[in-house]
């Protein structure tokens, strides 16, 4: 299990990494709100460690964008209203510093236990991730950098892996997000994500249904 430690003082991150890898979990580390949320897809942790006084965006700041994942809050803050409040918004534990590592182990384990609720800010099709609240998309384990209107033609196809999606309805419902992409436009986009993607992984992952519109290669 891996576990992602998202502290800016390095003496407690240190310690927790020396106790949580003697303990047989995998660790990662992230020093602040930004490094925390570059490392998400890469990481792919099991629960997450996380204190709140980071530097640039807080824990409080990203706690909306780790859905999904179990998180602990491990912070100095005391206040009744700061513990309900991240728990409310997700946090599976709130543990106050200066902590005892046993109780914290143990809050671990109940925290792995209870699992990551299902992430419907990720999708996936093959090896393909497309992470919406982040708006980043990663293929074979490298990030490929698409356009807007890439972006919203992928996340529609992905969101109906089984379904051709007809032309006039991948340009009604990408309209708001992307304006630019027109009819006669359409067949271009869809050609650089295709070559994005397949630079990414040497696969084709998007198929031309011949006077119907668009599909995810299934086979």
Same mark, same amino acid.
């Given at each position: 299990?891996?576990?992602?430690?998202?502290?800016?003082?390095?003496?407690?991150?240190?310690?927790?990494?020396?106790?949580?890898?003697? #303990?047989?979990?995998?660790?990662?580390?992230?020093?602040?709100?930004?490094?925390?949320?570059?490392?998400?897809?890469?990481?792919?942790?099991?629960?997450?460690?996380?204190?709140?006084?980071?530097?640039?965006?807080?824990?409080?700041?990203?706690?909306?964008?780790?859905?999904?994942?179990?998180?602990?809050?491990?912070?100095?803050?005391?206040?009744?209203?700061?513990?309900?409040?991240?728990?409310?918004?997700?946090?599976?534990?709130?543990?106050?510093?200066?902590?005892?590592?046993?109780?914290?182990?143990?809050?671990?384990?109940?925290?792995?236990? #209870?699992?990551?609720?299902?992430?419907?800010?990720?999708?996936?099709?093959?090896?393909?991730?497309?992470?919406?609240?982040?708006?980043?998309?990663?293929?074979?384990?490298?990030?490929?950098?698409?356009?807007?209107?890439?972006?919203?033609?992928? #996340?529609?196809?992905?969101?109906?892996?089984?379904?051709?999606?007809?032309?006039?309805?991948?340009?009604?419902?990408?309209?708001?997000?992307?304006?630019?992409?027109?009819?006669?436009?359409?067949?271009?986009?869809?050609?650089?994500?295709?070559?994005?993607?397949?630079?990414?992984?040497?696969?084709?992952?998007?198929?031309?249904?011949?006077?119907?519109?668009?599909?995810? #290669?299934?086979?």
């Amino acid at each position: 299990m891996r576990i992602l430690i998202i502290e800016d003082d390095l003496h407690i991150g240190n310690m927790l990494e020396e106790v949580l890898v003697k #303990k047989g979990y995998a660790v990662a580390r992230a020093y602040s709100g930004t490094e925390a949320l570059l490392a998400l897809p890469v990481e792919k942790p099991d629960l997450i460690l996380l204190d709140l006084m980071l530097p640039g965006l807080s824990g409080e700041d990203i706690m909306p964008k780790l859905k999904g994942i179990p998180v602990i809050v491990v912070s100095a803050k005391t206040d009744i209203d700061d513990k309900v409040g991240l728990l409310l918004e997700g946090a599976v534990d709130y543990i106050t510093k200066p902590f005892h590592m046993k109780e914290l182990l143990a809050r671990v384990v109940v925290g792995l236990r #209870k699992g990551p609720e299902p992430d419907k800010s990720v999708l996936a099709f093959a090896d393909i991730r497309l992470y919406t609240a982040l708006h980043t998309v990663w293929v074979a384990e490298k990030e490929v950098r698409l356009t807007r209107t890439e972006y919203a033609i992928l #996340k529609l196809l992905m969101q109906n892996p089984a379904q051709v999606i007809t032309k006039s309805l991948l340009l009604d419902r990408i309209s708001e997000d992307t304006p630019d992409c027109t009819e006669s436009s359409l067949k271009m986009h869809i050609s650089h994500l295709r070559r994005k993607l397949r630079e990414a992984s040497g696969q084709d992952y998007i198929e031309a249904v011949w006077g119907i519109g668009f599909k995810l #290669k299934t086979d």
